[in-house]
């Protein structure tokens, strides 16, 4: 797998009672419900509030360093950010700990630091943070190491049973590759379509690639091109070529040269390249053509 790790800074927060899943009762968490709602000037403002009550509220804070560090309610300030995670993972929140571990890999309100990131973030997976589990997993896949291997797969599959999409993915293509894994086309089709309910759309091409082939599941060739459709209509390049040659083809879709021509000249403008679609699609005349130019460009500027 050579998929890097997603450096990607909007953790998953918990409330103020996280980690007491089995606590009868528990106050209303007003700062983070605030954040959930859009209300971030609110979320500022209950945060701080708590922090005045409790200075050792590590929800409060890992919420500021998140409101810090995308700039939501307070100015864009990942410095700011790092600190308020810093304060929040002393206090061993797993959250703030996964954030840090992110940061100092991407560089991001500190120096850069693979080395430190990497330790945060085992200090999160250790704590079953589902998304520092997932980036860690994407780290031990690097470097080539059987034993870093073996961990890669048991953490990316505590991550994807805490439904993230993306290690939903991640482990179906473990299983569809056989690496760390015994390969297992329907076991990579089941995580697949776990991501597809996660909204991941590489899950929802792999899966539909699946199904388009009849790979580890019973191939549906009208099903595959609807999750085409679907992807390609959010953006997704591979789907928007595998949909241009399911219309070049008639498969699974009414035979459409234009709207063929349309979703490759769609790919194409992001770098997808297809030798055998412009063989394909040199037959278009001078008005199919344009109409297809059109249809690219309104789908531009649409995704």
Known sequence: MTRRAVLCLTILLTSAAAGADDAPTREPDL???????????????????RLDRNPDDAAAMTLLGEL??????????????????????????????????????????????????????????????????????????????????????????????????????????????????SRDPAEAARWFLKATGNNNPSGEVAYAILLFNGEGVVPNEGLAARLFRRSAARGNIVAQNRLARLYVAGRGVPKNLVEAAAWHLTASAKGLTDPWLDAALRQLGPEERARAERLANERAGLL
């Open 31 to 49: 700062a983070y419900g605030a954040y959930q709602r859009g209300q971030y000037f609110a979320a500022v403002r209950e945060a701080t509030t």
């Open 68 to 181: 810090h560090n995308q700039g939501l309610g307070v100015r864009q300030d990942p410095a700011k950010a790092a600190e308020w995670y810093r304060l929040a993972a002393e206090r061993g929140d797993a959250h703030a700990l996964a954030a840090l571990g992110l940061m100092a890999l991407d560089g991001r309100g500190m120096d850069k630091d693979p080395s430190r990131g990497k330790a945060w973030l085992e200090e999160a997976a250790a704590k079953n943070e589902p998304r520092a589990s997932y980036n860690l997993a994407l780290l031990l896949l690097s470097t080539g190491a059987p034993a870093d291997l073996s961990h890669a797969v048991e953490l990316l599959r505590r991550a994807a049973e805490k439904e993230v999409g993306d290690a939903q993915h991640a482990l179906g293509v473990l299983y569809l590759r056989g690496r760390g894994v």
